[in-house]
């Protein structure tokens, strides 16, 4: 298969979309399976080393993410205490755990024989994953459904809420899925200046 100019366009517009959606935008929308195996699916479609594919994915229940809501609330106040410096972090609102229609918990499968590719870089695995995760935001985006990542968890407390065994399995993300009032004509953080966007010119080593 060969692509052409109005692909790459399209390409681009979709990365330079990308958003990550918090609650004060998710909607009272309902997924459908059918877009949510798309999603998924897409994942399934990530490189990974050695071709391990070592994702694994955890759709929430209810009171699985009451629990995750709750101990997102207790490490977000323990976390205000690192940004004496920018008093806007008490307003954020990052997360959209209870607003979003669906959770994923995402993880990487450890493996107990040798991965190709992954002999002297240990992570790759993980990085395998999250390559997955990118595929799913991006996905996600097209079907106009927002997606958020939740990262102010412990991994070990998300691990005993899920019953997950560490020795097998390593938590990488917290997902949130849903339909949103906008997507931002620009990244939230950016348009509340809490950082400035990086030049392509400033990422290259001199």
């Known amino acids: 298969m060969r692509f052409n100019k109005k692909d790459l366009f399209t390409l681009q517009n979709i990365i330079a979309s990308r958003r990550d959606i918090r609650g004060n935008n998710f909607i009272n929308k309902k997924i459908s399976n ?14 990974s080393v050695g071709y ?17 809501y709750n101990h997102f609330n207790k490490s977000f106040e323990k976390s205000k205490t690192k940004f004496l410096d920018k008093p806007l972090y008490n307003s954020l609102k990052l997360e959209g755990i209870k607003e979003s ?7 990487y ?18 990085y395998s994953v999250v390559c997955a995760i990118l595929n799913m935001w991006l996905t996600a985006r097209v079907l106009n459904i927002g997606m958020g990542w939740v990262s102010i968890l412990k991994p070990k407390k998300v ?5 997950i065994d560490k020795n097998e399995y390593k938590f990488i993300a917290y997902l949130c899925f849903g339909y949103t009032k906008e997507f931002y004509s620009e990244p939230e953080l950016k348009k509340l200046k809490w950082n400035k966007k990086r030049k392509l010119k400033d990422c290259l080593f001199k």
Do not use: C, H
Not at 34 to 47: G, R
Not at 101 to 107: D, F, Q, T
Not at 110 to 118: A, V, W
């Open 109 to 126: 499968k450890k493996s107990s024989s040798n991965i190709l590719g992954q002999t002297y870089m240990k992570r790759t695995g993980e």
């Open 159 to 163: 691990n005993k809420i899920f019953d």
């Open 52 to 68: 391990s594919q070592p994702w694994e994915f955890i759709i929430v229940d209810e009171e699985k993410k009451d629990l995750v």
């Open 34 to 47: 059918k877009k949510l195996k798309i999603i998924l699916e897409s994942a399934l479609n990530a490189p």
């Open 101 to 107: 229609a669906i959770n994923i918990a995402v993880y």
